[in-house]
Structures are given as structure tokens and as C-alpha cells.
């Protein structure tokens, strides 16, 4: 494992801070690139944690880097040819964001996630018992939970604040937010990403069950795949060697932390409880897991 201590919040006071998130601080570079540090926090139920999972951070950034470099022939991305040490020229800082920092271009993000489900879990399963279908998007009768759909499924959702839920919404509605041609653009370059990426992933012994992808456009309208992309923040990664329809199987994500949540006395509103080392330690390696299977790099 390459990775420095943990990190719950970069702290760069010649850069300006522009948004702190759930998981990633973003700094304003200049007019045309950001600076994105993913942080080693982490979130369940749209709430912070307290406690950081140490090297998460670097995980989802080479992750996601994997990605962008697998996806550029499908569709550019944001990262920039701007060097991290232009942007932060103390080397001390530098060695503190460790593999947490990328530049990237300053795009106008799209208000809507693009959501894509190739397995019924989650709130697609509750969906599905309770309507046959997947938000509006009817399906077989007789599915099992975590069962592979027929073919992968484009469910977008509206963008929360921080502390709200995602809203899913019809493609209709989508239309009707970006425009017929780009609502038809996002969603079939989505459900090509996916596809693509989650049959290498398949062949790495990792299910890629769903992932949420976000866009953004450039002066020129030209589309872009910006944020993160299939990592285990953003994805649900099953072990290939354990999975079974008819149950959730276990992942490489926060769902082991959000399984732990849910034995506890706790109404999902902040402060969340504190997490036993026992619990920090194996998440923490599960994100380098799935990293090392999906990259071969540890």
C-alpha cells in the first residue's frame, strides 16, 4: 500500500477554497482549473463521520484516474495537463495531499447524476418489489434481489445539497432539464461507460452492480465526464467469487460501514457514532482491495 497518513481536511491557505464536500475539497486554481483533494472522509446516510478511513482518498483518486485514462477514447474528461507541483509548490504540502490532489479544468456541471443499474439492489430492488419496475422503467416479473438486469438501465437523479437526498427522476424529466439531445447523449455514453468498463471490471473478478457518473460542459457545449468515476464511492463493487442472487452480497464500498451502522441505536442524523478500530481498519482494506484487483497495483 502506497499511502501517507490519513487526512480528514487538506488545509491549502494560498489556494481558495470554493466547496468542501462530503468526501472532496475543491480550490480555485485560476479561471480555468480547480484543484480536487479527496479527502480520507467518509459518509453514510448523508452524514459525515467523524473518523477518517486512512489512504480512502488516495484510493478513489488512482481509481478514478484509471478510469479517466480507460474512458478518454469514449469521452474526454476533466483532468488537466497542469502540474500538482505549479499548484502547490510546498513540497510539504504536497507530500500531505499524497495521490489526493488532481487539476482539472473548470467545466459547468450538469444538474443531474447520471445514474446507471446493471443489478437489482438497493433502491432499485425496494423499487422494483414495490412497482415491477426500476424508476418507471418496467422489468421482468420474478427478479431476485442483486439479480443481473436484461440490460444495464439509466436512472438519473436531481443533485442534493449537502445534508438532503438524491430525488430520482424519469428521463422525461431529465429531458426536460438538459435538452433532448444532451439528456440522449449523457445517458447512452452512460450506459456505454458502464458497460464497458464493468466487463473489464468482470474479467478483474469485480462486479460493478451500479455507478453514478456526473458531466460537465465546456464554453463550447462539448460534453465531459468530470468528478469521479467507478470508484467504490460512486459504484457498488461486489467480489465476483461471492456473488449469489437472492441476497446482498458483500462489497468492497461503505456498505460494510453502513451494515455496521444499522446494528446501532442511531436515527441517521448528525453527530454520527464513532466507529471501533476494528470497523475503520477493514474498510480502509476493502477500498485498497478493490483498488489492487481492478489496477494490479498495491
Not at 9 to 15: A, E, I, M, T, Y
Not at 19 to 27: E, H, L, P, Q, S
Not at 52 to 80: C, M, Q, Y
Not at 135 to 161: H, M, N, V, Y
Request: charged share 30%; with cysteine.
Amino acid at each position: 500500500m502506497h499511502q501517507s497518513n490519513a487526512l480528514f481536511q487538506s488545509d491549502l491557505p494560498h489556494l481558495e477554497l470554493l466547496n468542501r464536500g462530503k468526501v472532496r475539497d475543491i480550490y480555485k486554481v485560476d479561471d480555468e482549473h480547480m484543484l480536487i483533494v479527496a479527502s480520507d472522509r467518509l459518509s453514510a446516510f448523508d452524514v459525515i463521520l467523524s473518523q477518517p478511513i486512512p489512504g480512502k482518498g488516495e484510493v478513489l483518486t488512482r481509481v478514478a484516474n484509471f478510469w479517466f485514462d480507460r474512458t478518454r477514447e469514449i469521452i474526454p474528461n476533466h483532468l488537466s495537463d497542469k502540474p500538482l507541483s505549479e499548484v502547490v509548490p510546498d513540497p510539504r504540502q504536497r507530500e500531505q495531499l499524497g495521490d489526493r490532489a488532481i487539476v482539472v479544468r473548470r467545466l459547468q456541471a450538469l444538474p443531474v447524476e447520471a445514474i446507471v443499474r446493471g443489478y437489482l439492489i438497493g433502491s432499485g430492488w425496494k423499487d422494483y418489489q414495490r412497482s415491477g419496475g426500476v424508476c418507471g422503467i418496467e422489468l421482468p416479473p420474478g427478479l431476485r434481489q442483486a439479480d443481473q438486469l436484461p440490460e444495464a438501465i439509466f436512472t438519473p437523479s436531481t443533485k442534493a445539497e449537502i445534508g438532503g437526498h438524491d430525488e430520482n427522476i424519469s428521463f422525461d424529466e431529465t429531458v426536460a432539464l438538459l435538452g433532448r439531445e444532451l439528456a440522449e447523449k449523457v445517458r447512452d455514453v452512460s450506459i456505454r461507460i458502464y458497460s464497458e468498463c464493468a466487463a473489464f471490471a468482470r474479467e478483474k473478478g469485480i462486479i460493478i452492480a451500479d455507478t453514478k457518473f456526473e458531466f460537465g460542459l465546456d464554453d463550447d457545449g462539448r460534453l465531459y465526464l468530470i468528478d469521479e468515476v467507478l470508484t467504490p464511492d460512486s459504484s457498488r463493487f461486489w467480489p465476483a467469487d461471492q456473488y449469489r442472487p437472492g441476497i446482498s452480497p458483500p462489497s468492497f464500498d461503505k456498505q460494510f460501514v453502513r451494515d455496521y451502522l444499522e446494528t446501532l441505536d442511531w436515527d441517521k442524523t448528525p453527530p454520527a457514532p464513532l466507529l471501533p478500530d476494528e470497523i475503520i481498519e477493514r474498510t480502509a482494506q476493502k477500498y485498497a482491495e478493490a483498488e489492487t484487483r481492478l489496477t494490479g497495483s498495491a
